[in-house]
């Protein structure tokens, strides 16, 4: 028996451990895909920018002063 109790502290110890490891890589997934997330919205924000600077107008100036 008492070998047997040594192996249940063992696998008690062994489950412990790969519970924690579980924790800690669920908690740095939960950041990599938060950090993602983040610079995902930067780059469509700068894409974004980029084209609205760009974006020759939708009306020639000719045609709106002719309206006025």
Known sequence: MPADSKLDQAQRRRMRYAESKLRLARIRLARSERS?????????DIR???IR?????LWPQEEIRAED
């Open 48 to 50: 974004q920018q980029r």
């Open 53 to 57: 600077a760009v974006q020759a107008p």
């Open 36 to 44: 993602i997330l983040y610079w995902t919205r930067v780059l469509a």
